[in-house]
């Protein structure tokens, strides 16, 4: 099992800059891949972004692509979310999960372990 827990949700005005973290413990980091995904009020949770384990290879929603970026730090336990140019329909509650195994995806069910989750408001 894994412990997740995310940090740098905040209020933002539309076209500004956030970037979140989180911090995990318990199996190896590097035995997972990791993914952001974030809902929003009266919405689904839907998937945001995802890193594989050796952060060789990454994957975007195309609501999110050239505006955010995912990263991790194997060495401190950590994935990232760099979000630039925000806008009013990011606002959400921002999950950070891991995956079982190694594959990466941007399915749900694939996502064994997740964080409480940060919320990014965006103010238009």
């Known amino acids: 099992q894994v412990q997740l827990v995310e940090s740098g949700g905040g209020l933002v005005q539309a076209g500004g800059s956030l970037s979140l973290s989180c911090v995990a413990s318990g199996r190896t980091f590097r035995d997972y891949a990791m993914g952001w995904f974030r809902q929003a009020p009266g919405k689904k949770r839907e998937f945001v972004a995802a890193?594989?384990?050796?952060?060789?290879?990454?994957y975007y929603a195309d609501s999110v692509k050239g505006r955010f970026t995912v990263s991790r730090d194997n060495a401190k336990n950590t994935v990232y979310l760099q979000m630039n140019s925000l806008k009013f329909e990011d606002t959400a509650v921002y999950y950070c999960?891991?995956?079982?195994?190694?594959?990466?995806?941007?399915?749900?069910?694939?996502?064994?372990?997740w964080g409480q989750g940060t919320q990014v408001t965006v103010s238009s």
């Open positions: 890193i594989s384990w050796g952060a060789g290879f990454t």
């Open positions: 999960a891991a995956t079982q195994g190694r594959q990466l995806s941007r399915l749900e069910d694939d996502y064994a372990d």
